[in-house]
């Protein structure tokens, strides 16, 4: 059984910052993508960047310059650095992990929300 659990959301102010931390556990073997989706209220989930195994990073163009994603100092963590947040980047926050070979495994957080006041 595979676990991710998030952490560091909260309210900020616009132009403020906020860290989400992300942890995975369990069996977890050949890590492949490990990333951050959001949603929010009436709208898809989306792609907020995320981190290859082998350390290459992707992110969504609204998201360049003001997010950064990395892999924690534990093994199996990654987090999201969110700079001159907007009351646009107002959402729940998903951690998403990605497993396995040919057919990998898709797992996901529970979701912390952030909230950006103008």
């Known amino acids: 059984q595979v676990q991710l659990v998030e952490s560091g959301g909260g309210l900020v102010q616009a132009g403020g910052s906020l860290r989400l931390s992300c942890a995975a556990s369990g069996s977890i073997f050949s890590i492949n993508v490990m990333g951050w989706y959001r949603q929010a209220p009436g709208k898809q989930r989306e792609l907020v960047a995320s981190?290859?195994?082998?350390?290459?990073?992707n992110y969504a163009d609204s998201k360049k310059g003001r997010f950064t994603i990395s892999r924690g100092n534990a093994k199996n963590t990654v987090n999201l650095q969110m700079n001159s947040l907007e009351p646009e980047d107002t959402a729940v926050y998903y951690c998403?992990?990605?497993?396995?070979?040919?057919?990998?495994?898709?797992?996901w957080g529970q979701g912390t929300q952030v909230t950006v006041s103008s």
């Open positions: 998403k992990l990605s497993v396995g070979g040919t057919y990998p495994t898709n797992y």
């Open positions: 981190i290859r195994s082998d350390g290459v990073t």
